[in-house]
């Protein structure tokens, strides 16, 4: 059904209601739509939304999800690239919806394709591309990028399954090419015993991202300098205080943190990764977990028999997932139920045919390797 723009009912009218009101009304307007809807709920969403999603996940598995929905509108409380993958990967007959539009993500902004594709220049004009190179972009990167890598042998990849993609890479490719995470990378870089010195930074406001032509012949990783704003706050003085203050305890923590705390932790995880842990981890068992404050209030209200803290309880959530609220959450669906199509998602055509390449060559390698 065409979005009737004219007929939109205005977000205005939402701003002020009281939270019962936004939450029966969400429910309402669900039920109304049945199953031509269903909303996908990322695991760092406030829990007034979290708790109307069908469907939680990590971005990996949000992925899938959007892959085999059914529905006709896919309402994804997520952040802009995740819906704009769901896009990539849903039926050309869906339509994906991303409740407020300020949703974004700091970590994606920082690599354009442009700066991409300007770095993938440099590195042919010193010879690099003469070895095989493989581009591989997390999952938090426009889908752009996601459509280089797709045309360049490359791929996407989650926290979720970095270990096991690395792995397929190294084995066949001389060198990799990760933005726009320096830490996942070179976190998992680590894992497969890669010398630091072998791991170098891209700084694209730098010729050569401040390399030298040497360096970046010799090296077997390089990182795009990027970073997520919230794990990227965690400090290893911060472990250290906890080990002091809290002897037994355990730290959890997400390979976005940078090396040096992650080199300090117990383990080290995706999101799913974390949950699980915590899952199957004994009562009385005490757990500092450094990631989004929202996923770790939510497991420490779920499992009051454990110990559960933030590492660093000074740290805030993640604020352009935060922007998803019950009030434009509810908007969207209303709108959905009048028939108005609003803050439609659509990659365009070559863009997604590409990025559908490589994020299916992400989800198909990984099947494989479990």
Same mark, same amino acid.
């Not at 309402?28 to 049945?34: D, I, K, P």
């Not at 591309?129 to 591989?136: D, G, N, R, S, Y």
């Given at each position: ?12 009218? /939402? ?44 971005? /990996? ?47 994606? !902004? ?10 993938? =220049?440099?590195? =042919? ?12 972009? /997390? ?41 726009? !995470? +320096? ?34 012949? !010799? ?18 003085? +911060?472990? !250290?205080?906890? $080990? ?48 989004? %404050? ?28 935060? $922007? ?28 997604? +045919?590409?990025?559908? %390449? ?13």
């Amino acid at each position: 059904m065409p979005a009737v723009l004219e007929e939109v009912i205005p977000l205005d009218n /939402y701003l002020a209601m009281p939270e019962t009101e936004l939450s029966e009304r969400i429910e309402a307007a669900r039920r109304e739509l049945g199953p031509r809807v269903v909303i996908l709920g990322h695991h760092y969403q406030r829990d007034d939304v979290v708790s109307h999603a069908d469907l939680t996940g990590d971005s /990996y598995q949000l992925s899938v999800m959007a892959s085999k929905a059914e529905a006709e509108f896919i309402v994804f409380c997520g952040v802009h690239f995740m819906a704009e993958s769901a896009d990539i990967l849903g039926r050309e007959t869906q339509r994906v919806i991303l409740p407020d539009m300020g949703a974004g993500c700091s970590m994606a !902004d920082m690599a354009s394709i442009d700066q991409v594709e300007d770095a993938w =220049e440099q590195l =042919e004009e010193i010879g690099v591309l003469e070895q095989k190179v493989a581009p591989i972009t /997390y999952m938090n990167s426009s889908a752009a990028i996601k459509a280089f890598c797709g045309r360049h042998e490359g791929v996407v990849c989650t926290s979720s399954n970095a270990i096991p993609l690395f792995d397929i890479y190294l084995k066949n490719f001389d060198k990799m090419f990760f933005f726009p !995470d +320096q830490h996942l990378g070179r976190n998992t870089g680590a894992k497969f015993g890669i010398p630091m010195e072998k791991i170098v930074l891209w700084d694209p406001h730098k010729e050569l991202g401040g390399n030298t032509e040497e360096e970046l012949l !010799d090296a077997k990783l390089i990182v795009w300098r990027g970073h997520c704003s919230v794990h990227g706050r965690f400090k290893d003085w +911060q472990v !250290d205080k906890i $080990r002091e203050e809290h002897p037994g305890m355990k730290i959890l923590v997400h390979p976005e943190c940078p090396r040096e705390v992650v080199a300090k932790s117990d383990l080290d995880g995706s999101t799913s990764f974390i949950i699980k842990t915590v899952e199957e981890s004994p009562a009385g068992s005490a757990w500092a977990i450094g990631t989004e %404050v929202n996923l770790v209030n939510r497991l420490e209200k779920r499992f009051p028999d454990k110990h559960i803290r933030l590492l660093a309880p000074d740290l805030c959530m993640c604020a352009t997932m935060f $922007r998803i609220a019950p009030q434009n959450l509810a908007w969207a669906l209303e709108n959905l139920a009048a028939g108005n199509v609003v803050n439609e998602i659509v990659v365009e055509p070559e863009t997604k +045919q590409w990025a559908n %390449v490589a994020l299916r060559r992400m989800i198909d390698l990984t099947e494989k390797k479990n």
